[in-house]
C-alpha cells in the first residue's frame, strides 16, 4: 500500500513540475512580445502617409525602409475608378444644362403669354368699366393673368436652380479631373 501511495505523490508532484515549467514558458512568451521596463526609450522617425484621394494602389515605387524625400512619387492609384466617375458627372452636366436650356425656354413661352394675358387683362378691365363684359369674365381674365405671373415667377426659379445645379456640376467635374491628373 505504501508503494501505491508513493506512486500517487510521484505523479502528483510531476504533474505540478510539468504545470509550473508550462507556466514559466508561457511567462517568458509572454514577456517576449510584451517586454517592460522602468526607464527605456525609443525614438524613431514614423511617418503617416495617407492619400488625399481613396482607391486601389496601383503600383508602389518605393522598398520598405528606403529612404525618401519630400515630393518622391510613393504609389499611384488606380484611375480607372475615377475616370467612370469623370464619365457619368459629365453626362450628368449635359444633362444639366439641357434642363436649363427647357427651362429657359419654358421661362421665355411663360413670359410672352404673361404678356398676352396682361393685354386681355387691360382690355377687359377697360370694358368692365363701361358694362361691355360681365364681372365674371373680367376676373377669369384677372385670375389668368395671376396665374401667368405666378408661373413666369416659378420658371425663373427652375433656371436659377437649374444655373445652380450647372454651378455645383462643373466642380464636380473639375474636381475629377484633377483627381484624374494627381493619379497619372
Given amino acids: 500500500m505504501k508503494i501505491k501511495f508513493l506512486n500517487k505523490r510521484y505523479v502528483f508532484g510531476i504533474v505540478i513540475l510539468i504545470m509550473a ?7 517568458f512568451k509572454y514577456k517576449e512580445y510584451y517586454p517592460t521596463t522602468d526607464d527605456a ?42 475616370q467612370v ?22 421661362l421665355s413661352s411663360a413670359k410672352s403669354q404673361e404678356i398676352c394675358d396682361k393685354y386681355d387683362y ?10 361691355s363684359v360681365s364681372v365674371r369674365e373680367y376676373q377669369r381674365i384677372y385670375y389668368k393673368y395671376k396665374e401667368s405671373i405666378d408661373e413666369v415667377s416659378n420658371e ?15 466642380q464636380e467635374v473639375n474636381n475629377d479631373i484633377l483627381k484624374l491628373i494627381e493619379n497619372s
Fill in 21 to 27: 515549467g508550462l507556466m514559466c514558458i508561457g511567462y
Fill in 41 to 82: 526609450y525609443v525614438s524613431a522617425y514614423i511617418v503617416d502617409v495617407a492619400p488625399q484621394i481613396s482607391g486601389r494602389v496601383d503600383y508602389v515605387y518605393v522598398k520598405d525602409n528606403q529612404l525618401v524625400k519630400k515630393g518622391t512619387l510613393l504609389f499611384t492609384i488606380d484611375p480607372k475608378l475615377y
Fill in 85 to 106: 466617375v469623370l464619365d457619368r458627372d459629365q453626362a450628368e452636366l449635359q444633362s444639366v444644362i439641357a434642363q436649363l436650356k427647357s427651362s429657359q425656354a419654358e
Fill in 122 to 131: 387691360e382690355r377687359e378691365k377697360f370694358l368692365v368699366k363701361g358694362h
Fill in 156 to 170: 425663373k426659379a427652375l433656371v436659377e436652380q437649374s444655373s445652380a445645379a450647372i454651378d455645383k456640376m462643373k
